[in-house]
């Protein structure tokens, strides 16, 4: 098996830090990589089939590497090779997701429906929360109990999930949750009958799942809408399949360039998906063109301040790239208000900011942030990876020399973000 990202590498990445110096304009032309949060999903569902699966635009993302170490840990071996993940799911040996590989990606949750559709049995731990929130699995445990899974707490926050036969249900999520309304897709691919989930998730990585799916011969629809039909069958095949850009990598790129007064073109990107930051950026006085599968965005002078940005599961705007934002409003004409209403405690990233000479007040969900010229460089600390590019950004913006630690978080789900925005202009320089 070929590692994505080598269990050494990410240990020893773990002092790595950035060392910016900013004021440069970000100006150029980037490609952007395979998201993370579709590829984590479809890696998940490839254990819905015995057959070989090849999934291309994967991107060599920290991530991505556990979960196919999970993957590697239940007897499914893979070879990841430039961007290629071929996975070979004819055997699986084991129903024990590890525990330290589910404490290091909470996300991995998702393992748990196309494991218990092929195995019949799941053992897996709490996830337990992280630097944005709780992050509680209630809706994904009602979702396969609803499909007839039995759940038994083992205790020292084990799981163990078992379903002789998963049968069709009708689910209602109190929550559009991602993760919840694709742990239940994929469970229903193999159950005996129809399944409907009602306030499903609309994100563009649940409609990418949905098309990998039906790649392998399952019967899905409605995804990107608010309910979702899966028609059970009896086995899977195997596919080759393409999985979307990243469009929280993409935002991120473009915020990059508005708060450097920049001009980016990003290629490979689906702007349809992009439409809840791109109005925004148009409201802070950005150039916007869009193209097919390009976006430009040029940037005069200071952005201006928006009464109200509030994060919203999609078609709203999107919680990953709110701590980008905040960054960009950080600089703003103005005051701005930001809400956060996905993730309880998604805020650590202002008292960083503040070190660089933010004004933001923070009243519980809230963000108040009064615009300021410009930032100044200070050493700051990633906290998660989106909080990690925010600083990235506010970095590149800033006078005199920014030192981000802990970059490890920010590998998570950017492919060298550091060499990526030197090419476009920055001065960011990865040091141990
Ligand atoms: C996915 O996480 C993404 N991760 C997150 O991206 C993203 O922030 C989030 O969706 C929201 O868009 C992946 O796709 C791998 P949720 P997920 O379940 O599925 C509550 C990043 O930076 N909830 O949609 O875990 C939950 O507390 C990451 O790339 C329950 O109450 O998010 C939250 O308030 C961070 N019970 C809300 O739903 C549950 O059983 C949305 O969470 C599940 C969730």
Redesign the pocket.
């Known amino acids: 098996m070929t590692l994505i990202v080598p269990l050494s590498e990410r240990s020893e990445s773990s002092l790595d830090r950035y060392v910016i110096n900013g004021r440069t304009p970000i100006c150029g032309v980037i490609d952007i990589h395979g998201a993370?949060?579709a590829a984590?999903?479809i890696v998940a569902a490839c254990l819905l089939t015995d057959q070989a699966v090849l999934l291309r635009n994967i991107p060599p993302l920290s991530d991505i590497g556990v979960m196919q170490a999970i993957l590697h840990s239940l007897g499914v071996n893979s070879e990841w090779q430039a961007g290629e993940l071929r996975i070979h799911p004819n055997v699986v040996n084991s129903h024990v997701i590890p525990e330290s590989l589910m404490q290091e990606m909470?996300?991995s949750v998702?393992i748990v429906g196309p494991l218990l559709a092929r195995y019949g049995r799941v053992s897996a731990s709490y996830p337990g929360g992280c630097a944005?929130?709780?992050?509680?699995?209630?809706?994904?445990?009602k979702g396969l109990c609803a499909l007839g899974a039995k759940v038994v707490d083992e205790g020292g926050g084990c799981l163990t999930f078992s379903a002789s036969k998963l049968r069709g249900a009708r689910v209602h999520l109190e929550?559009?949750?991602?993760?919840?309304t694709e742990n239940i897709m994929m469970a229903a691919c193999l159950a005996e009958g129809e399944t409907l989930i009602e306030n499903a998730?609309r994100?563009p990585?649940v409609l990418d799942l949905q098309n990998f799916l039906n790649a392998l011969g399952a019967k899905v629809s409605g995804a990107g809408q608010n309910t979702i039909h899966i028609a059970g069958v009896s086995a899977l095949k195997g596919a080759e399949y393409t999985i979307i850009s990243d469009r929280?990598v993409a935002g991120t790129y473009l915020l990059a360039a508005l708060m450097t007064e920049g001009r980016i073109t990003l290629t490979s990107v689906i702007a349809e998906d992009l439409r809840p930051l791109l109005s925004r950026m148009s409201d802070m006085g950005a150039d916007i063109a869009v193209a097919d599968n390009a976006v430009t965005l040029s940037m005069r002078g200071r952005p201006r301040a928006v009464e109200e940005v509030r994060t919203m599961?999609?078609p709203g705007f999107?919680?990953?790239l709110q701590a980008p934002m905040l960054a960009a409003l950080c600089l703003a004409e103005g005051k701005s208000v930001l809400t956060e209403t996905?993730?309880e405690s998604r805020f650590k990233h202002v008292e960083e900011l503040k070190r660089m000479g933010a004004q933001i007040a923070v009243e519980g969900r809230k963000a108040i942030i009064s615009g300021i010229e410009r930032f100044s460089g200070a050493t700051v600390r990633a906290t998660?990876?989106?909080a990690g590019a925010a600083l990235t950004l506010a970095g590149l913006a800033a006078s005199g020399t920014t030192v981000v630690e802990d970059v490890y978080h920010i590998d998570r789900?950017y492919v060298a973000l550091d060499q990526s925005l030197t090419r476009l202009g920055g001065r960011v320089v990865r040091k141990r």
């Open positions: 993370k949060n984590l999903p909470r996300s998702i944005i929130g709780e992050r509680p699995i209630d809706l994904h445990i929550t559009p949750s991602v993760g919840a998730a994100e990585e929280i599961p999609h999107p919680t990953d996905m993730f998660d990876l989106r789900g």
